[in-house]
């Protein structure tokens, strides 16, 4: 487990894709730095990236509540299929089917349906096109149903529309910002796929 900041209360790691963000990779982060180990937010088991773990119960506390004020921000590199508009502010109403584990636009509130909101920009247009994606809710499935729902589906997410070969969804939590005792971290980490079309767009 790639571990890039700890201190008393925080523990900040780069989760590996197939890894259970609840249960095995506190679990992981338990048995390299010892000690309690606090999840505050999840990312799904076929997706990875950097996520912050709470190690003390004051720690969560502060840490959810981030989350609750918008102070925490997390921020995802995905590569759809297609080449969206260059920016983009979408709002959505999503209801999930808890028995099928998808999630669903609908178009009225009604119970179980909750507002999902994102931000992206366009890093490298083409087919799949690079996307980085700041999320304002933290929906299930999220970034995968706003995208699949406008034709945009995520590479290797064949549960959400996408026809190609790859075994997972091409989605990485590439960047987590939030307050820690009266100073703002942040961390990011690209993974291979995306850092190598990032140089690209930026050799443009």
Excluded at 191 to 198: K, Q
Aim: hydrophobic share 40%.
């Amino acid at each position: 487990m790639q571990i890039l900041y700890s201190d008393g209360g925080v523990a900040v790691c780069v989760k590996p894709v197939g890894l259970d963000s609840e249960t095995a990779v506190p679990q992981a982060l338990r048995e390299q730095l010892g000690g309690e180990i606090l999840p505050v937010h999840r990312l799904d088991l076929n997706v990875g990236g950097v996520m912050v773990y709470a190690r003390t119960k004051a720690a969560a506390a502060a840490l959810s509540r981030a989350i609750q004020e918008g102070t925490m921000v997390k921020e995802y590199v995905a590569l759809v299929h297609g080449t969206p508009e260059e920016s983009g502010d979408w709002t959505d109403l999503l209801w999930k089917d808890a028995r099928k584990n998808k999630v669903f636009v609908v178009r009225r509130e009604r119970g179980g349906v909750k507002k999902a909101r994102l931000e992206y920009t366009r890093l490298r247009s083409g087919d799949p096109s690079l996307v980085r994606v700041r999320l304002h809710t933290g929906r299930s499935h999220q970034i995968r149903v706003q995208f699949a729902s406008r034709g945009f589906p995520l590479v290797g997410d064949h549960k959400y529309g996408s026809r190609d070969t790859a075994t997972a969804p091409m989605l990485f939590s590439c960047c987590i910002t939030f307050p820690w005792k009266g100073k703002t971290m942040r961390f990011e980490q690209l993974p291979d796929w995306a850092a190598d079309r990032e140089a690209m767009h930026d050799a443009d």
